[in-house]
């Protein structure tokens, strides 16, 4: 539903709305392709989308998901992500100390084929690299 949504809006697909349903006001797109705040060719098959125009109350929340085991091997691994400033202030134990802003890049990567539980992980990643 991204690109349905204009600068400062959320619209969400009907499977988001199901999970959101009742905690918030919102105006499907054929609504608003009726009220001319939409163009029909820029909704397309979308009409059933929501734009969302109030929260009314605190959505449910998944679950979360289970934590993860992480060897020390793993977590030398991990560690190559984190900038440079802080990792001596996370290896200190001063996390209380790290909430500030900070511009930031995300990266995703799906890492096909390696068992984080596998002990020799190490050795499978650097061969893989």
Not at 26 to 50: C, I, S, W
Not at 86 to 115: K, Y
Request: a negative charge.
């Amino acid at each position: 539903g991204e690109p349905l949504a204009k600068p400062g809006e959320t619209v969400l697909s009907p499977e988001a709305y199901e999970k959101f349903a009742g905690c918030g006001l919102t105006t499907d797109m054929a609504t608003l392709v009726q009220q001319g705040l939409r163009e029909a060719k820029d909704v397309g098959p979308h009409l059933d989308f929501q734009r969302l125009d109030a929260v009314t109350c605190d959505a449910p929340l998944p679950p979360p998901p289970p934590q993860l085991g992480v060897t020390e091997s793993v977590g030398m691994l991990m560690k190559r992500y984190i900038p440079q400033a802080i990792l001596p202030q996370l290896e200190a134990r001063h996390d209380a100390h790290l909430a500030e802003l900070r511009e930031v890049s995300v990266l995703f990567v799906n890492v096909v084929g390696i068992d984080i539980n596998n002990p020799d992980v190490e050795l499978s990643v650097s061969l893989n690299q």
